[in-house]
């Protein structure tokens, strides 16, 4: 007589950000066409998959999921749309051989780090675990791999100096699912929550 293995539901990689409206998306891929051209050994975040990343959660089981998403609303009805700006370049760490390429924000920095600290209250009160890092507001361009053509790398990088690439109406926050393939990570809406406490799916 064989023993039925129990079902268990697979854990969903999981993480809370910001989208961008699509002509910003497409700016700031130009932008990284032009890094492109110093021919680093970098890993690029597509253009379609930009986000502004407040709150990385991990592997969540669907019941962890759920109260992520509780976590959202009951955040997201103390904020109101704001405007976020994207302006100048930077790069992690500030020390030693630069790791990450990101793009900085201005206008709206203030709001994002409320929003992260509300996150972070909320999220620990579902008894999620504290966050790894200290919450940075930033957009991540691309991963630098190693030192090939780094020195052109960081050339280009001055050459864009303290360009805006762009500003956008921040309505909602979103819980998203991160499936890694070989080809760059896909990302899919779980729930999707209007600032103001507008649940939009």
């Not at 039925?4 to 989208?19: E, L, Q, V």
């Not at 700016?27 to 690029?44: H, I, M, N, P, Y």
């Not at 956008?168 to 926050?173: R, V, Y």
């Not at 809406?189 to 406490?197: H, T």
Request: glycine share 8%.
């Amino acid at each position: 007589m064989s023993r039925k293995k129990k079902n268990s539901s697979p854990k969903i990689r999981s993480f809370i950000a910001i989208s961008l409206p699509e002509e910003l998306k497409e700016s700031l891929g130009e932008f990284q066409a032009r890094l492109k051209k110093a021919q680093a050994d970098v890993k690029w975040v597509r253009p379609a998959s930009l986000h502004i990343t407040l709150r990385f959660l991990g592997y969540l089981t669907p019941e962890e999921v759920e109260k992520a998403g509780k976590a959202l609303e009951k955040v997201a009805q103390k904020f109101s749309p704001f405007t976020i700006q994207l302006e100048g370049y930077g790069t992690f760490p500030e020390r030693g051989r630069p790791r990450v390429i990101w793009t900085g924000i201005t206008l709206g920095k203030d709001q994002l780090a409320q929003i992260s600290q509300q996150l972070e209250k909320c999220l620990d009160d579902f008894g999620f675990p504290p966050a790894d890092k200290p919450f940075s507001p930033h957009l991540t361009l691309g991963r630098i791999k190693t030192g090939k053509n780094l020195n052109n790398l960081i050339e280009y990088l001055n050459k864009e100096g303290n360009k805006i690439y762009g500003k956008f109406l921040a309505k909602s926050i979103i819980l998203f699912k991160s499936e890694l393939r070989p080809e760059g990570a896909r990302y899919s809406v779980i729930k999707q929550v209007g600032l103001g406490n507008l649940t939009e799916g």
